[in-house]
């Protein structure tokens, strides 16, 4: 069978026990299949499923025992550094490991008191406490990221959580929250945008605005430094 040509061997070789074959190698793909380019760095492995979730599980038995926020930063920071990982490995489990239990916060909101709220509203007002409870260790492992990590990381956090993703008002709300504590950066959220295969959303009216906003920010802060670095240029 020609489709087996690459794993079995040939013909004349039929006989010899001892023959192998070694599998090519895989081809270098200057484009990751998210969109985010790699520009000329070597492909890395990705993290293994198991150090994301035992992060995960950290942070969420942690909040679940009642552990003050300066103990998980040192408990997952140490973790990190035990496996030699990067924060571009730490960064998206965080994150998940946040936004999943405000969702369990607000679904278990919402099933004590139907009529208090919608659970869009409950989702919201979860995401703002947890955030704000947990910028210590976001600032600690996604704020030192580089803009294109912290872009992969949101990247996998609305792929992981489509609850954020199919609402672009609750996902508009997480990332000005983010945004806000400086955990990610505009630059970061605007990389996100233009590489994330997310169209519907980064399309809707909620994100729209907000990345117009962000743009509006950034221009500005590079209109200030050209101001600053002309003032300087005066003085000298």
Request: proline share 6%; hydrophobic share 40%; glycine share 2%.
């Amino acid at each position: 069978d020609d489709d087996d040509d690459d794993d079995d061997l040939d013909d004349d070789d039929a006989g010899d026990a001892t023959t192998t074959t070694t599998p090519p190698m895989p081809p270098h793909h200057p484009t990751r299949p998210d969109g985010f380019d790699d520009d000329d760095e070597a492909p890395r492995a990705a993290a293994p499923s198991s150090f994301a979730s035992t992060v995960r599980d950290m942070i969420r038995s942690g909040y679940d025992a009642g552990a003050d926020v300066a103990s998980m930063v040192m408990e997952v920071t140490a973790f990190k550094l035990s496996e030699n990982r990067s924060f571009d490995d730490a960064a998206p489990a965080a994150l998940d490991a946040i936004v999943a239990l405000a969702v369990r916060d607000a679904e278990a909101a919402t099933s004590a008191s139907p009529a208090a709220s919608s659970k869009k509203q409950q989702l919201v007002l979860a995401l703002k406490r947890h955030v704000t409870h947990w910028t210590p260790l976001l600032a600690k492992l996604v704020a030192p990221s580089q803009r294109r990590d912290q872009a992969r990381a949101l990247d996998a956090l609305f792929e992981r959580h489509p609850l954020l993703a199919d609402t672009p008002d609750v996902a508009r709300a997480a990332l000005q929250f983010l945004y806000e504590a400086d955990v990610v950066s505009d630059e970061a959220v605007l990389e996100w945008a233009e590489h994330t295969t997310a169209h519907a959303l980064t399309e809707s009216a909620p994100i729209s605005d907000f990345l117009d906003w962000l743009q509006e920010e950034d221009d500005d802060d590079d209109e200030d430094d050209d101001d600053e670095e002309d003032d300087d240029d005066d003085e000298s």
